[in-house]
C-alpha cells in the first residue's frame, strides 16, 4: 500500500453542490462560479445534469450552462444523464462526457430515478450506446456504496458486480459515492480493496459526504491503494436531494489542505479556491461548510 504522488480532484460543485439549494440559482452566477473553477485549474467540472425538471429544478438550466461554457484543451465538463432522452440532448449540446448513475439499493434507485435496479442498468446500457456512437466519455457513479438511507448495510457484491458492469460497458472510470456520508475508514477501506481486485483502482474515484466528519479518514484510507481521482465540492455544497440525510460533500478546501500536508501534487492552489469558496456562499448568504476556509477567512 502506498499513497499516490499526484490526485485529481474532481470538482462537483456546481451539480453535486446546487443540486440541494432550495432557491433557484440564477444561470449568470453558476456560470461566473464554473469559469472561477475554470480559472483555478481544475481538470474536471462537473457543470450540470440533463434530468427531468420537475425532478431537480436546480439543474433545468444545464443546456444553457454547457451551451455557454468555452470549450479548453484538457478541461472536462461532465453532465448527468439519467436516461436516453438526457443523453441525447447532452451529446446535442456537445457534452464532453457523460455521467451515468445507479445503486445497488433498490429504495434508492426508486426514489432517485423511478426505476429498479435491473431498470437502471438497461437505461444505462441505452446511454452509453449512444455516447460510443458519438465518442463521448463516459464516467459512472454508483451511490449508497457504504449505507442507505432507506434499506442500511448495502452488499459489497452487489456494488462491486454493478461497478463490473459499468466498466466493461465502457466507463472510463466509476465513481464510488458514500452519499449519506454514513462510511468509516475501515469500511471505506474493506469495499474499495474488493473493487479493486477486479478494477485497475486508477480507474476508481471516491465521492464523500462529510455528514459524520468521517469523509477526510476514509479519502485517508482509500489513497493508501493508490486512489487517484477524488470527488469534492467547494464550500462543501450539497448533497443529494433523494438521500433523506445527505448533508455537504467533502469540501474541495479541506481536502487539498490535507493532500498538500501529505505533499501530494494537485496542481491546484488553496488561496485561489478559498477565494471561490467565499464567492459561492456569499451568493448563497451562508458559512461554507469547509473548515479550512472558515478558518483561514478570506485570504
Ligand atoms: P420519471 O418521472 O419516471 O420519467 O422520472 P418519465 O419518463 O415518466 O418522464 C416524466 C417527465 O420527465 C416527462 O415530461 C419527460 O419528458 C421528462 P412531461 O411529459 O411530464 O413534461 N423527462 C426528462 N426531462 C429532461 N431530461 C430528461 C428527462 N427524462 C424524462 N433526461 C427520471 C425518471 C430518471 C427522468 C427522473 O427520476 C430523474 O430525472 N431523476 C434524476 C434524479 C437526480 O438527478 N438525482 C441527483 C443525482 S444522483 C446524485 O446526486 C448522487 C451522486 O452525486 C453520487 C453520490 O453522491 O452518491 C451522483
Ligand atoms: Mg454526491
Not at 14 to 41: A, H, S, V
Not at 141 to 158: D, H, T
Not at 191 to 207: C, D, G, M, Q, R
Request: charged share 25%.
Amino acid at each position: 500500500m502506498s499513497f499516490p504522488k499526484k490526485v485529481n480532484l474532481y470538482e462537483v460543485g456546481p451539480r453535486d453542490g446546487l443540486q440541494n439549494e432550495k432557491n433557484i440559482i440564477p444561470t449568470k452566477i453558476k456560470l461566473q462560479f464554473i469559469r472561477k473553477l475554470i480559472d483555478c485549474n481544475f481538470k474536471h467540472i462537473e457543470i450540470g445534469s440533463f434530468v427531468s425538471a420537475k425532478w431537480v429544478p436546480q439543474m433545468s438550466d444545464s443546456e444553457k450552462i454547457v451551451d455557454a461554457i468555452e470549450k479548453l484543451e484538457g478541461v472536462s465538463f461532465p453532465v448527468l444523464t439519467p436516461n436516453l432522452k438526457g443523453a441525447v440532448s447532452a451529446i446535442k449540446k456537445k457534452a464532453d462526457t457523460i455521467c451515468v448513475f445507479a445503486s445497488a439499493s433498490e429504495e434508492f434507485s426508486k426514489r432517485n430515478t423511478n426505476c429498479s435496479v435491473t431498470e437502471s442498468m438497461n437505461r444505462i446500457e441505452e446511454v452509453i450506446d449512444e455516447a460510443k456512437k458519438n465518442n463521448v466519455k463516459i464516467r459512472g457513479y454508483l451511490s449508497c456504496v457504504l449505507g442507505c438511507p432507506y434499506e442500511g448495510k448495502i452488499s459489497y457484491e452487489k456494488t462491486t458486480e454493478l461497478a463490473n458492469f459499468l466498466i466493461d460497458k465502457g466507463c472510463y472510470e466509476i465513481s464510488l459515492g458514500d452519499t449519506i456520508g454514513c462510511g468509516t475508514p475501515t469500511e471505506a477501506l474493506k469495499l474499495f480493496e474488493k473493487i479493486s481486485k477486479s478494477i485497475n483502482i486508477k480507474k476508481v474515484a471516491a465521492h464523500f459526504h462529510d455528514t459524520y466528519g468521517q469523509a477526510l479518514a476514509n479519502i485517508y484510507a482509500v489513497l493508501q491503494l493508490g486512489v487517484q481521482t477524488i470527488d469534492t465540492s467547494i464550500a462543501g455544497l450539497g448533497g443529494c436531494p433523494y438521500a433523506k440525510g445527505a448533508k455537504g460533500n467533502v469540501a474541495t478546501e479541506d481536502v487539498l489542505y490535507m493532500l498538500n500536508g501529505m505533499g501530494i501534487d494537485t496542481g491546484l492552489n488553496l488561496k485561489e479556491i478559498i477565494k471561490v469558496s467565499w464567492f459561492i456562499s456569499d451568493y448563497l448568504k451562508r458559512s461554507p461548510k469547509s473548515r479550512v476556509t472558515q478558518t483561514l477567512g478570506r485570504k
